[in-house]
């Protein structure tokens, strides 16, 4: 079994959101989904936005890798509107979202990485969600209880304990692999 | 053709450096050598050590990472006496090794990675370019000119033109490429 953990925010987590699914399932890997937010974790290292954006350098390369990347899997990237958006509504949603969380999770990306829509508006999260099909009302109401609040926050501070420093962060088992690049070598992990 | 900068000190760089000669001539690919300096760079962004020290679990997470890539390399890895190396005396030899710059870079990091050698130290760098046949007085003569002292500064500062902000790094023409992980991506561009 392979833990995907990933931020709604973060740029190489869009492919791996979109592939994760089907590589694990054609592997026969069975796939949990754990969203989380990097903000805390950037804040205890002194970073109060992306290492992107705060290492110029770095960000004009990943915004020339990303797209080569997106091109490769087949998917539609156009820049956000912001970067990085705030993912805290969705990262709540997607721990209410049940069995749907890879359809929900796949829409936010979309949203974000695709078609430049601002993924902490309220409006653009209820036409995800019902879009879906599901309940936009029993779904806000669900995502935003003070337990579900406290859960994401459990999620976040595993990944802390975890040792995570970036998103999308494989684990198989204790073992970690960090970036969309290394999906394939947890998918063999796993198998071994 | 495709240009490969490192840096002696730069963990990913290792694996990268051992291969690169067998997978760009597999290819068909012409190579160049670039050894530069990374603390230059890291020091105009406010390190004055290694990210992996800087940061613990990134350097947590490589000394677990890399360790899988030299296993699947089927090269040899036992931790450095220190991290990271000061490599710029083996740099300023590399500018002068002339043909036989893949030989003494490959020999600077298996001493180093490998082998647990101190490679700041005149004797471990005197000891390889005499293993490799070459005159070590006329190597250490031609380093330490003044005109190759400039000649290093000047391929650091056009790294930092390049926006290069790490090693391994790959150019094909303009088009950035950087990590171990993307030497594969940079071949198939550096085909088309």
Redesign the interface.
């Given at each position: 079994m392979i833990e995907f953990w990933y931020e709604f925010a973060s740029t190489y987590s869009y492919p791996a959101a979109m592939r994760v699914e089907r590589v694990t399932k054609a592997a026969g890997v069975a796939l949990r989904w754990r969203p989380f937010l990097l903000g805390p974790i950037f804040g205890a290292?002194g970073w109060n936005d992306s290492p992107f954006n705060i290492?110029a350098?770095?960000g004009?390369?990943m915004w020339?890798?990303l797209p080569?990347i997106c091109e490769a899997e087949g998917i539609p990237l156009n820049k956000p509107v912001k970067f990085p958006q705030n993912g805290l509504k969705a990262a709540r949603l997607a721990l209410v979202a049940g069995d749907r969380i890879a359809d929900f999770t796949r829409a936010v990306y979309t949203a974000n990485f695709a078609e430049q829509r601002d993924i902490s508006d309220d409006a653009t999260l209820s036409e995800i969600v019902t879009k879906l099909g599901m309940d936009a009302d029993a779904m806000f109401t669900a995502a935003n209880t003070p337990e579900n609040k406290a859960a994401l926050k459990a999620q976040t501070d595993e990944a802390i304990a975890c040792?995570?420093?970036g998103a999308p962060w494989f684990f198989v088992g204790d073992?970690?692999?960090?970036g969309n690049?290394?999906l394939e070598?947890a998918i063999a992990w796993a198998k071994t």
């Open positions: 290292q290492y350098a770095k004009r390369y020339k890798d080569r040792d995570i420093f073992e970690p692999f960090w690049d290394r070598d």
